[in-house]
């Protein structure tokens, strides 16, 4: 299920970089759907676990990936954790609908969202 909050960002609390370094762990890279996202997310190929391909950057590791990607495998290996929706670009609304079907996970919003679909699952909660 998907369940929004409404409130003010806090500074820092879109920092992709930080949020992902901190808490990803590479064995996630050994989950297939995981390297889904990387390849739809980033159109890139998964050479092995956490290097990939990228038709821009060449080989990489997970830390380059795109911030819409990093927020979308936090989401789903670590549903705990809340996400700003200003985190995900237009291409990872309908993957994070998908995810949200697979485990519970909170996305909290700032401003309103104009690129949601017409039809969708999601609960509000009780915000701060």
């Not at 879109?14 to 989950?31: K, Q, V």
């Not at 795109?66 to 995900?88: H, R, T």
Request: aromatic share 12%; net charge negative.
């Amino acid at each position: 299920m998907l369940y929004a909050k409404v409130r003010h960002e806090q500074m820092y609390d879109g920092n992709i970089d930080a949020r992902f370094h901190a808490f990803s762990e590479l064995e996630w890279f050994d989950d297939p759907y995981v390297n889904q996202i990387v390849e739809t997310i980033d159109k890139n190929k998964v050479l092995e676990r956490g290097i990939f391909e990228s038709p821009v950057l060449g080989i990489i590791g997970p830390d380059r990936l795109s911030g819409g990607c990093k927020a979308l495998i936090l989401a789903y290996k670590k549903p705990d954790l809340e996400q700003w929706m200003g985190l995900f670009g237009d291409n990872c609304v309908l993957p994070l609908i998908e995810i949200s079907k697979k485990v519970d996970v909170t996305i909290v919003f700032s401003y309103a969202v104009l690129n949601l679909p017409d039809q969708f699952d999601a609960t509000f909660v009780q915000t701060e």
